[in-house]
């Protein structure tokens, strides 16, 4: 799941290790002659309930605590989003989107799929104990959800799969990795992410000098070493 996302000089999961979290963001005077419009207001009002749910949790939160850090009115952000559930999974997507784009951006530069996977794994995992993206994804999947939400969160869910799987197709057909069962390999590996994603938010002291990063990609790379079987099959 992860936030958790990086290269942005601040997911991955679910977070990434290159810096996936966004700092909390400054409160802002409000001025009511001009509040924000469009595009603008949204962002601002999306970054402001990263931050204030990373420090309050969902439970607690309220949209005149959003309105203050993003320097807006409350009929403002309740204008934009509406009931809180609502901006709770608006939210989320907005993170995933804004973290895809820039994981995209990054695996078109890279050279090889074993680089691909690397920032994979970068930005599935949290950067750190208090990364907020990965609060947001952990605090929202503990919300009950009708079956639209539900269907949203699959969707996002289902999106890191999908990017692991093209990831690993890749490096199948071009015989830099083994002949892995795709859906059973992304699985696992996934599996094996969030696990570790949790291990570092709730600050477990295996981690305070082992990177989980190098020991994620350690453990898929000792799997997908080529051992010299047919590539042959499909996923």
């Known amino acids: 799941m992860p936030d958790r996302l990086p290269p942005d000089g601040g997911t991955g999961s679910a977070g990434a290790g290159t810096g996936a979290a ?9 001025d009511r002659k001009r509040q924000p419009s469009g595009d603008e207001a949204r962002e601002r009002a999306m970054r402001a ?33 509406g009931k809180k559930d609502r901006l709770l999974l608006e939210v989320l ?36 104990q208090g990364d907020e993206r990965y609060a947001l994804w952990t605090q929202v999947l503990a919300q009950r959800h009708d079956e639209a939400g539900r269907r949203i969160l699959t969707e996002l869910l289902d999106g890191w799969d999908e990017r692991l799987e093209a990831i690993l197709r890749e490096g199948r057909e071009l015989g830099h990795f083994a002949d892995v069962e795709l859906p059973e390999f992304t699985i696992r590996a996934v599996a094996m992410l969030s696990g570790l994603s949790e291990d570092v938010m709730f600050g477990r ?7 989980p990063h190098a020991f994620a990609l350690s ?7 080529p051992t010299g079987r047919s590539r042959g099959r499909t996923a």
Do not use: C, N
């Open 22 to 30: 966004l700092r909390p963001a400054a409160r802002i005077p409000i």
């Open 219 to 225: 453990a898929l790379e000792r799997e997908l070493r």
């Open 49 to 81: 309930a990263i931050s204030v749910i990373a420090e309050k949790g969902t439970a607690a939160l309220r949209m005149s605590d959003i309105a203050t850090r993003a320097g807006m009115s409350t009929g403002h952000i309740l204008y934009h989003f």
């Open 205 to 211: 002291s295996r981690w305070q000098h082992t990177s």
């Open 93 to 128: 997507a907005w993170s995933q989107a804004d973290l895809w784009t820039r994981f995209q951006q990054a695996a078109d530069q890279a050279v090889s799929p074993a680089e691909k996977l690397d920032l994979f794994v970068r930005f599935y995992l949290p950067s750190h």
